[in-house]
């Protein structure tokens, strides 16, 4: 079946611009999270949603960055006010259950670059 | 201390040599550890996940873990050009938190 999507695959903007980031988890999983990753600072979570609970957001880094999760499948990162830090590969990925030794489906990203 | 530690490489062999991939973990509830696999360009997949300490074969690749040294490894045998790519570990927290990565090392196999 088809993995994990996310648009776009590239994306350039200027410093202060809003930016919106799509994730389409594979389809029936219930979990799905958020990963940036930046040039030598590895995978760093930034928030997860699981089923219809409240998503845990404690690893955003500011109050510049959100997310949702319409109807339980797909995702919108949103960052407001982009600063030249936040350019990075957004990572999306999907899980079916929530818990110790789910495997987690990784999309291809999106290369955010801030001018 | 951070959490888990990788050596980011890059790490450059010949084809056909054992390579050898290691993490150290500093958070003694983790009962998980896996190893993902990223092409350059592409989302990292799952290569091997291990439970409890010991080793775990799948063809070419071995996965060893050690939690009385907190030191997970993973071994490449007779590696092919195809296998270079970043490798990164990876551990679940206990209870409802996300994977916690390495950083990843970067790995070529030059033919």
């Known amino acids: 079946g088809a993995g994990v999507s996310q648009s776009p695959s590239n994306k350039v903007t200027e410093k202060g611009k809003d930016v919106e980031l799509r994730c389409d988890p594979i389809s029936g999983h219930t979990a799905l999270y958020w990963y940036r990753q930046s040039l030598g600072q590895g995978l760093e979570f930034l928030i997860y949603?699981?089923?219809?609970?409240?998503?845990?957001k404690s690893g955003l880094p500011s109050d510049r960055f959100s997310a949702e999760r319409t109807g339980g499948s797909v995702s919108t990162l949103t960052i407001q006010r982009t600063q030249q830090e936040d350019s990075a590969v957004y990572l999306c990925?999907?899980?079916?259950?929530f818990g110790l030794g789910e495997t987690q489906y990784f999309g291809p990203g999106t290369r955010l670059l801030v001018l | 201390q951070k959490e888990v530690e990788q050596d980011p490489g890059p790490l450059s062999v010949p084809e056909g040599a054992i390579v050898s991939l290691n993490c150290t973990y500093s958070n003694s509830a983790f009962q998980y550890f896996m190893w993902y696999r990223q092409y350059s360009r592409k989302g990292p997949e799952l290569l091997m996940y291990?439970?409890?300490?010991g080793n775990k074969e799948d063809g070419r690749f071995t996965a060893q873990v050690d939690k009385s040294s907190k030191y997970i490894s993973l071994f490449i045998r007779d590696s092919q050009p195809s296998d270079s790519a970043t490798y990164l570990c990876?551990?679940?927290?206990?209870?409802?938190?996300?994977?916690?990565f390495g950083k990843g090392t970067r790995l070529s196999v030059i033919a």
């Open positions: 990876a551990m679940p927290n206990s209870g409802n938190t996300p994977l916690v």
């Open positions: 990925a999907s899980s079916f259950l």
């Open positions: 291990t439970y409890s300490s």
């Open positions: 949603f699981q089923g219809n609970s409240a998503p845990d």
